[in-house]
């Protein structure tokens, strides 16, 4: 009973940290509690991704609440609404798509297929200037889209509901770019409404898992609580700390789960199964070569950024002539 009630501490103390970053960011920590759930605890392909999918509804619920207490309310409730009409029978459908997928691994491919993109994103995260955020909001209008955005941004929301049934991420990882770059939220907007909409995704994917039995509530509960303490620190942070380098950081090490997920590194250096630190040798290599490399570039960037912005500052420093 001792080891149940540590083991559950630990795992609410991990979600803290997955929590006061997703809620930063508007993702439903799904991308992280996956791979531990089955990695970790071995939880099947049905299993994890419903257990995890119960944490980010806790985590939108929380979050939902604390955001909806700031002011000035970042929380856009008519876009959300909207974008809600398609995330959740999307989340629906996507519970039904994965009860349909026997194979393991086949769905171990899927996850890290689909968020491998994300975790590239992140570490590609640039700096953009805040503007007032006050007026922003008061100057936004979901009547000023156009018909064709709003119709894709209802495709959107969709994929972003199957992606979180199916995988038990929360579909914020899709939510957020299509509120910020389709319907164009300020990005402190989309990710509180991305979590506002995550209720929604959430409650529905949930419900359809528990008519399943696929839900394991040890885990859901531990991971839940965790989140909930997590989001109170993320919606308070998310004005105020550098989310650029904490995405940057996250992005390095959400690839190695999913590398790890996929069974890479067993593929090729393991092929048989029989040696666990040969596999896992191949998963850390196979992740060196994929951050490296963007590391490198990202060096690059910063290094000729800082070269241009010397070169301005020496030619406004140059005395015109009298």
Not at 93 to 117: C, K
């Amino acid at each position: 009973m001792q080891e149940l009630i540590l083991e559950a501490v630990l795992i609410a103390i991990y979600a803290v940290g997955v929590g006061t970053i997703s809620s930063m960011v508007g993702i439903g920590g799904g991308v992280f509690n996956t791979p531990l759930l089955m990695i970790i605890f071995l939880l099947h392909s049905q299993e994890a991704p419903a257990t995890a999918l119960v944490a980010a509804l806790f985590l939108a619920i929380a979050s939902s609440f604390a955001y909806w207490r700031q002011n000035p309310r970042p929380i856009i409730v008519k876009a959300g609404l909207f974008l809600a009409i398609t995330t959740t029978p999307g989340s629906i459908i996507g519970v039904a798509f994965r009860t349909l997928i026997q194979d393991d691994f086949a769905l171990r491919l899927i996850f890290g297929i689909s968020l491998m993109p994300v975790a590239i994103k992140m570490l590609f995260a640039v700096r953009r200037e805040k503007g007032d955020i006050a007026s922003e909001l008061a100057n936004y209008s979901i009547s000023n889209i156009t018909d064709k955005r709003l119709a894709i941004s209802l495709f959107g929301g969709f994929i972003g509901g199957v992606s979180a049934g199916l995988l038990g991420i929360g579909g914020g990882a899709v939510v957020v770019p299509v509120l910020s770059i389709l319907m164009g939220l300020p990005m402190h907007a989309a990710v509180a409404t991305s979590m506002f909409i995550m209720v929604f995704t959430a409650a529905s994917g949930t419900a359809m898992n528990l008519v399943s039995g696929y839900i394991n509530p040890y885990y859901a509960i531990s991971l839940g609580l965790g989140m909930l303490l997590g989001a109170q620190f993320g919606s308070r942070l998310a004005c105020k700390v550098n989310s650029v380098q904490l995405k940057r950081i996250f992005g390095i090490i959400l690839v190695f789960p999913l590398v790890k997920m996929m069974k890479l590194g067993q593929l090729w250096l393991d092929p048989m199964d029989t040696n666990v630190l040969m596999s896992t040798v191949g998963d850390v290599i196979i992740w060196l070569f994929i951050v490296t490399p963007i590391g490198l570039f990202r060096l690059y960037q910063l290094r000729k950024q800082s070269f241009v912005s010397g070169a301005k500052e020496e030619l406004c420093d140059v005395p015109t002539p009298e």
